[in-house]
């Protein structure tokens, strides 16, 4: 069973990579962290245990929102370059048109 510092070091791990924006390791760290939960599950807690449990709950929904963020970031920066090869195309037709008539 997980102890109140390993939840804080997943904390801290979570933290990081929000910090950094280190979108790769996101999914390693919430798979330790389901792990640990899991583990968690059904037994009696501490007091230290549930504070810990809280603040890691409450990072977690940082970097929810964090990931969410980046998320519709690169969405919209896809849809800008989409826009642009459509628009580049679109002038291309014309041209490759006017040039075969």
Known sequence: MPSAAEL???QARLERALQGADWASFGAID?????ALLQLDGQPSSAALKVARQSLKRVHGEALRGCANESERL???LLAHLHYAEGNSAYRQVNDWQESR
């Open 8 to 10: 804080q070091a997943l």
């Open 75 to 77: 969405r919209k920066l």
């Open 31 to 35: 798979a330790a962290i389901r792990e």
